[in-house]
């Protein structure tokens, strides 16, 4: 086993502990402290946040995807061509909107709660996997896409079973730059009252303690981190097999 | 059958049939909301409600001439030219509505958009966005164009047109504190940008020179940018209060632990990676035989550096700060929160009194800047390529 696995391994051991025994780590987080503040967040249970904040990543992603993917593809057939200036620029736009704004402006029409920060994450999430998809699908080989034609393929088969899956290694590629943004910008939601683990750090901004804002901060990290590795090992696999196929 | 194109093509076009539908949902959606004061739920009231029996006839007719225009029209320009001149009808007549709805001498009463009058702009600005899409317009005219975007912008402000409509009413009661904080924000974001942009682009080149360096460098950066910005914000706090304690005449330059000082260093932790990664890129994308020519004509190392290397790789260099300065200013917004100033404080202030006007005071300025300079620099990177590109054939 090589060194990088062990530290992750280590890594992700430790995110566990901390979210299913929190105490363990009190002397730690107690160096940050002053004056007798509590070291650890208890005002609600770390894991069920954890899990609530992967909840709205995990869903604010499948949705980004299934939308970005989808444009991407109508857009790169023939009769749908006409409109792949304005989704190219409207992905583009959709980026340059700072998240905050979309929180605040989507809480008049959604209430508080866990939608704003859907929404948010959903906008941001679109830009990367579409036009990653559009890369990937634009840079096909033309010797395969003619021997697919050849071999007598409809338009639909040659879709599903030659242009996708030659682009998915670059179109997981952008579903991972997404989901680890949106894995950072979730802790945003917590000032729109979403439950994720921005509840810890802002929290810690409020009462002033720099231990919850350091725990909030590293566990919210952590996870990042480890997505992000999983996603490119599971990257390097699938170009790897489509290598082969 | 005569040869000549025609202006009109004979197949509705699908853009322009969606376009069609979003105005026609616009305009049975209230145009405006009329509220006794800023908190409370209003009245929602539709086009032909909101405003006097002729100007709403303006507005549907102009409505009308996009939408035939969107559908039917085939050159770019025109259907342009249409939605521009709709845009521009949309804007002047919410602002008239605010004047008709509010009560005479009523300070309290509130005007806002309401739905219909987003969806409207939502769906003429798709038209322009497809438009210029489609005409591939220079550089030069891009950025011709956001700026006499601005000074329209500004010239329906100074009117006093939108006098009446409630995000102004909130701006009339802190029109100080809405400057103040927009010259904060703009520090915030171009302060940082430019240490980014000293400190980076070196950093970059070194990072280009030793390899080992890079993927150090270049590990801790992406891990910075996975710790949530909330989170960087707060704990710089902690030790930029202590330097402003223990260093003397750090306080005095203006550190410490509240205020602009952590917002700052937050903005340019983030704003590193993209500057250090997209100066080795660009660097690393300079072909070798260019790199060969340039020793091959006897020039130094440092010759061949700055006469062929840099200006080869600025258009990537350059594409990193765009996206850092795109970044930056919406990531300020977030300075509002720990007392960092910039318009997040009228963005958390709206949340906390649940006032939507206020929100949107903070909102629609950060929008329009971030987008502002995302064209701009868009247009500049463009401008940046075909001088490099004339750089590699001479």
Redesign the interface.
């Known amino acids: 086993m090589s060194m990088a696995i062990l530290i992750r391994l280590a890594m992700l051991a430790l995110l566990a502990v901390f979210l299913v025994q929190p105490e363990v780590f009190a002397p730690f987080f107690a160096l940050?402290t002053t004056r007798g503040a509590p070291p650890i967040y208890v005002q609600s249970d770390l894991l069920s946040l954890a899990l609530n904040h992967m909840a709205i990543v995990v869903t604010a992603v499948l949705g980004a995807t299934v939308i970005a993917v989808g444009l991407a593809v109508l857009v790169t057939r023939p009769n749908?061509s006409?409109?792949l200036?304005?989704s190219?620029?409207?992905a583009?736009?959709g980026?340059?909107?700072?998240?905050?704004?979309v929180l605040?402006?989507a809480?008049?029409a959604m209430g508080f709660g866990n939608g704003p920060t859907l929404v948010a994450l959903f906008l941001y999430g679109l830009l990367p996997i579409f036009e990653n998809t559009m890369t990937g699908l634009s840079n096909l080989p033309p010797t395969v896409q003619e021997a697919a034609r050849g071999m007598g393929m409809s338009d639909r088969q040659r879709l599903w079973q030659v242009e996708l899956p030659l682009a998915m290694p670059v179109i997981l590629g952008g579903v991972r730059l997404s989901t680890?943004i949106a894995?950072?910008?979730a802790?945003?939601g917590s000032?729109?009252a979403a439950r994720t683990l921005?509840e810890v750090?802002?929290a810690?901004?409020l009462s002033n303690n720099?231990a919850f804002?350091?725990q909030?901060?590293?566990v919210?990290?952590a996870i990042?981190?480890l997505v992000?590795d999983g996603f490119v090992a599971l990257e390097r696999r699938m170009s790897r097999r489509a290598g082969q196929g | 059958m005569s040869a000549r194109p025609s202006l009109f093509s004979r197949l509705p076009d699908k853009l322009g049939v969606l376009i069609a539908a979003l105005v026609a949902v616009g305009t049975m959606l209230p145009l405006a909301l009329l509220r006794a004061n800023r908190i409370v739920p209003g009245e929602a009231l539709p086009i032909w409600q909101a405003l006097p029996a002729f100007q709403a006839g303006i507005l549907i007719v102009a409505l009308l001439i996009c939408v035939i225009a969107s559908i039917w029209l085939r050159v770019p320009g025109l259907r342009l030219g249409g939605a521009i001149g709709g845009v521009a009808i949309l804007l002047v007549l919410m602002g008239q509505a605010g004047g008709y709805l509010t009560p005479a001498g009523n300070d309290l009463a509130r005007v806002s958009p309401a739905a219909g009058f987003w969806l409207l702009l939502f769906a003429l600005s798709l038209t322009v966005t497809d438009a210029l899409a489609k005409m591939k317009l220079r550089p030069i005219w891009r950025i011709l164009g956001v700026l006499l975007a601005g000074v329209g912008l500004l010239l329906l402000l100074g009117s006093g047109q939108w006098d009446d409509l409630s995000v102004l009413r909130e701006y009339q009661v802190r029109s100080a504190a809405f400057w103040r904080e927009a010259e904060r924000h703009l520090l915030l974001a171009f302060g940082s940008l430019s240490a980014a942009v000293l400190i980076g682009v070196p950093l970059g080149v070194a990072c280009f020179r030793v390899p080992r360096l890079k993927s150090a460098v270049l590990n801790l950066l992406n891990i910075v940018q996975t710790v949530p910005s909330i989170a960087v914000f707060g704990l710089l706090i902690a030790p930029l209060a202590w330097i402003a304690a223990t260093i003397p005449g750090a306080a005095r330059i203006g550190v410490s632990g509240i205020g602009a000082a952590p917002a700052m260093v937050a903005l340019f932790a983030y704003s590193l990676l993209p500057v250090v990664s997209n100066t080795v890129i660009g660097l690393e994308n300079v072909p070798g035989r260019i790199r060969d020519a340039a020793f091959g004509m006897g020039m130094t190392r440092r010759q061949a550096f700055m006469a062929v290397e840099v200006p080869l790789a600025f258009p990537v260099i350059l594409t990193g700060i765009r996206i850092v300065l795109v970044q930056n200013i919406g990531l300020a917004t977030i300075a509002g929160l720990i007392g960092g100033g910039g318009f997040g404080v009228f963005v958390f202030q709206g949340m906390g009194q649940t006032a939507t006007d206020l929100i949107l005071l903070g909102a629609l300025p950060t929008v329009i800047l971030a987008t502002a300079s995302a064209v701009l620099l868009d247009a500049v990177v463009e401008i940046s390529e075909s001088s490099a590109t004339r750089t590699m054939r001479a």
């Open positions: 940050f749908w006409e409109f200036p304005l190219r620029a409207l583009n736009i980026q340059t909107f700072p998240p905050i704004a605040a402006l809480v008049p680890v894995i950072s910008t802790t945003i000032t729109v921005g750090i802002i810690g901004l720099i804002i350091l909030g901060g590293l919210v990290g990042a981190v992000h």
